[in-house]
């Protein structure tokens, strides 16, 4: 932009105003008389005064970029570690979920799987990690792989699969909850393949699923695609696995205090059900 000559008739608070808008720095407009006068009450310098305002601006921008990376995320809820109660899944690598949280595995292009029945916590667990990874500055896709595949299709149909493969391919952390409850057509398994084989190496990837690896034939439907797949997704892995009781079934089973008449009561063992839950 060239600075016209008229503007010097213009009050310098409004052409500043201006320029911090063009130059994208709005902590600056905000703070700056605030700043001033606290600067000149502490005998601050220039450049003193300028390093306050970079600072509040950086500060304010890196939360600003955190708040867009969440947003872009599309968690269905926020949930963190703060909130997990390592005590009541005992069968879970405590000390392995905080090393995740650090996501030295997203920059090195791992991947992660959380294995376990319903209401072990692998939900909370992903989007947790989804959520340090935002927080440590990486762009995070969360999803089901329900829905992953019904927008796979409608992308297809609608011709701009392309696209969405461009923006599953750029995402540096790629979360796909829940795969195991509903099995996929022909059509639906091999675009979801080829979504976890153009991330190989070139992004992370966090599954969830109830199933074990040797039942996940019965959700692609052939032998031959889930070899490949999994052959892919586990050979830079962090495994997760989670094989307590239901959290949300002992929760309610403290509220009530009486047995749960659960149809998995079976799969439980003793020691699981005495876990001390934290409500
Ligand atoms: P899953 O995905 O394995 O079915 P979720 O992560 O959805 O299970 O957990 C079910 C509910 O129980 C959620 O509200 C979750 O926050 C809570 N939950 C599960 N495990 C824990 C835990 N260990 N500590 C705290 N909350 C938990
Ligand atoms: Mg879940």
Same mark, same amino acid.
């Given at each position: 932009?060239?600075?016209?000559?008229?503007?010097?008739?213009?009050?310098?608070?409004?052409?500043?105003?201006?320029?911090?808008?063009?130059?994208?720095?709005?902590?600056?407009?905000?703070?700056?008389?605030?700043?001033?006068?606290?600067?000149?009450?502490?005998?601050?310098?220039?450049?003193?005064?300028?390093?306050?305002?970079?600072?509040?601006?950086?500060?304010?921008?890196?939360?600003?970029?955190?708040?867009?990376?969440?947003?872009?995320?599309?968690?269905?809820?926020?949930?963190?570690?703060?909130?997990?109660?390592?005590?009541?899944?005992?069968?879970?690598?405590? /000390? #392995?979920? $905080?090393? *995740? +949280?650090? %996501?030295?595995?997203?920059?090195?292009?791992?991947?992660?799987? &959380?294995?376990?029945?319903?209401?072990?916590?692998?939900?909370?667990? /992903? #989007?947790? $990690?989804? *959520? +340090?990874? %935002?927080?440590?500055?990486?762009?995070?896709?969360?999803?089901? &792989?329900?829905?992953?595949?019904?927008?796979?299709?409608?992308?297809?149909?609608?011709?701009?699969?392309? +696209?969405?493969?461009?923006?599953?391919?750029?995402?540096?952390?790629?979360?796909?909850?829940?795969?195991?409850?509903?099995?996929?057509?022909?059509?639906?398994?091999?675009?979801?393949?080829?979504?976890?084989?153009?991330?190989?190496?070139?992004?992370?990837?966090?599954?969830?699923?109830?199933?074990?690896?040797?039942?996940?034939?019965?959700?692609?439907?052939?032998?031959?695609?889930?070899?490949?797949?999994?052959?892919?997704?586990?050979?830079?892995?962090?495994?997760?696995?989670?094989?307590?009781?239901?959290?949300?079934?002992?929760?309610?089973?403290?509220?009530?205090?009486?047995?749960?008449?659960?149809?998995?009561?079976?799969?439980?063992?003793?020691?699981?059900?005495?876990?001390?839950?934290?409500?």
């Amino acid at each position: 932009m060239t600075i016209s000559p008229t503007a010097t008739a213009v009050a310098p608070q409004v052409l500043l105003g201006n320029h911090l808008k063009a130059l994208k720095l709005p902590t600056f407009w905000r703070e700056y008389e605030k700043v001033a006068m606290e600067s000149a009450q502490d005998r601050a310098d220039y450049p003193r005064y300028l390093l306050r305002l970079c600072e509040l601006e950086r500060i304010d921008r890196d939360r600003r970029n955190v708040e867009r990376r969440i947003r872009m995320a599309r968690f269905p809820q926020t949930k963190s570690l703060d909130t997990f109660d390592f005590t009541a899944q005992p069968s879970l690598n405590k /000390a #392995l979920v $905080l090393e *995740l +949280a650090r %996501c030295e595995w997203i920059e090195k292009r791992h991947n992660c799987i &959380a294995l376990g029945p319903s209401g072990t916590g692998k939900t909370h667990t /992903a #989007l947790a $990690l989804g *959520l +340090a990874a %935002c927080q440590k500055g990486y762009s995070v896709a969360f999803t089901t &792989a329900a829905a992953l595949v019904h927008e796979l299709m409608e992308a297809r149909d609608e011709r701009r699969l392309r +696209a969405l493969q461009k923006h599953l391919n750029t995402v540096k952390l790629l979360i796909v909850d829940e795969l195991g409850y509903v099995p996929f057509t022909a059509v639906g398994s091999e675009l979801l393949f080829e979504v976890f084989s153009q991330r190989y190496e070139r992004g992370a990837t966090l599954v969830t699923s109830n199933l074990p690896f040797d039942e996940w034939t019965s959700v692609f439907g052939s032998e031959r695609l889930t070899g490949a797949l999994l052959d892919r997704l586990t050979h830079h892995v962090h495994i997760l696995e989670m094989n307590g009781e239901s959290f949300r079934l002992t929760a309610s089973k403290k509220a009530q205090r009486r047995p749960a008449q659960a149809t998995n009561a079976s799969q439980k063992t003793p020691t699981e059900g005495d876990a001390d839950i934290k409500t």
